[in-house]
């Protein structure tokens, strides 16, 4: 998890944001308990095209604690603004993964309030349909205790891994532990907040924007199927882009990286 992977750290309004590479701009959104680091299998392929601009919302990775009291209005205003001001009026494109791709939809609908839309939007494995009721995934916790060695907690982050973000258990010693356990530590907001809420849909009608879905054919949190997901996709968006992609879970872009790299380069390439 290299920092020069995501390139030179800037400031904004106290959200980090990192730049690699040259051309038009990459905006990538991370998903929830996560950061930048939800991208280090994309970032390499996406800048030999893109300027890929990865930022640490508020309260995850290198960015600023939002207040306990902040309101998500507020909260999202927050990351409006940053993104604004970062972009100064260049074009620019956006991905947002999961409770990102949420998040993504929100910024994206006070951007075109404001006149700045993004031109295109990836969502990957995107939150924003509402709280899953009747969905259950178990979880077993992975927190140091007394009883609980570090191999056994790369162990459990594992198996928790192969069950609500992977299609396949990672080895204890893949890099996916890794990125979680870090990501897991420097988490101080709660992105059910955001996730939970039946506003992504209504937000991408609000801005505009040409639209992107890429959803894993084996997502547990796709809720009660990616199948279904697709169908409420296209009677809201008949001429969006959604694949359903075979073998991958909820991090697509992690576990299935070549193909989300070519969709995304694909995509966004194209001329606005």
Same mark, same amino acid.
């Given at each position: 998890?290299?920092? *020069?992977?995501?390139?030179?750290? #800037?400031?904004?309004?106290?959200?980090?944001?990192?730049?690699?590479?040259?051309?038009?701009?990459?905006?990538?959104?991370?998903?929830?308990?996560?950061?930048?680091?939800?991208?280090?299998?994309?970032?390499?392929?996406?800048?030999?095209?893109?300027?890929?601009?990865?930022?640490?919302?508020?309260?995850?990775?290198?960015?600023?604690?939002? =207040?306990?009291?902040?309101?998500?209005?507020?909260?999202?205003?927050?990351?409006?603004?940053?993104?604004?001001?970062?972009?100064?009026?260049?074009?620019?494109?956006?991905?947002?993964?999961?409770?990102?791709?949420?998040?993504?939809?929100?910024?994206?609908?006070?951007?075109? *309030?404001?006149?700045?839309?993004?031109?295109?939007?990836?969502?990957?494995?995107?939150?924003?349909?509402?709280?899953?009721?009747?969905?259950?995934?178990?979880?077993?916790?992975?927190?140091?205790?007394?009883?609980?060695?570090?191999?056994?907690?790369?162990?459990?982050?594992?198996?928790?891994?192969?069950?609500?973000?992977?299609?396949?258990?990672?080895?204890?010693?893949?890099?996916?532990?890794?990125?979680?356990?870090?990501?897991?530590?420097?988490?101080?907001?709660?992105?059910?907040?955001?996730? #939970?809420?039946?506003?992504?849909?209504?937000?991408?009608?609000?801005?505009?924007?040409?639209?992107?879905?890429?959803?894993?054919?084996?997502?547990?949190?796709?809720?009660?199927?990616? !199948?279904?997901?697709?169908?409420?996709?296209?009677? =809201?968006?008949?001429?969006?882009?959604?694949?359903?992609?075979?073998?991958?879970? #909820?991090?697509? !872009?992690?576990?299935?990286?070549?193909?989300?790299?070519?969709?995304?380069?694909?995509?966004?390439?194209?001329?606005?």
């Amino acid at each position: 998890m290299d920092p *020069q992977l995501f390139g030179p750290l #800037h400031y904004v309004s106290g959200l980090a944001f990192r730049v690699t590479g040259a051309g038009p701009m990459l905006l990538l959104i991370h998903g929830g308990s996560g950061s930048r680091t939800h991208w280090t299998r994309n970032v390499d392929a996406l800048a030999s095209r893109f300027r890929v601009v990865t930022m640490d919302l508020p309260g995850f990775g290198e960015s600023a604690t939002p =207040a306990a009291d902040m309101t998500l209005d507020s909260y999202l205003d927050w990351v409006a603004d940053a993104i604004q001001r970062f972009t100064n009026g260049e074009p620019f494109d956006m991905a947002g993964f999961s409770f990102g791709g949420a998040v993504t939809g929100a910024v994206s609908a006070l951007l075109a *309030q404001r006149g700045c839309p993004p031109a295109r939007l990836s969502l990957v494995s995107p939150a924003g349909f509402g709280k899953p009721e009747g969905r259950t995934i178990k979880l077993e916790k992975a927190d140091r205790g007394p009883c609980q060695d570090e191999q056994q907690r790369r162990e459990v982050t594992a198996r928790n891994l192969g069950r609500w973000m992977l299609a396949r258990e990672p080895l204890p010693e893949d890099e996916a532990v890794d990125i979680h356990l870090h990501n897991i530590a420097h988490t101080r907001f709660d992105s059910r907040r955001v996730s #939970h809420r039946e506003t992504l849909l209504a937000d991408l009608q609000e801005s505009g924007s040409s639209l992107q879905f890429l959803l894993g054919a084996a997502d547990p949190l796709i809720w009660p199927s990616p !199948q279904e997901r697709k169908a409420v996709i296209n009677a =809201a968006f008949p001429s969006a882009r959604v694949q359903i992609v075979d073998g991958a879970g #909820h991090w697509l !872009q992690y576990e299935a990286s070549a193909t989300i790299n070519h969709a995304l380069l694909n995509f966004h390439s194209q001329e606005h």
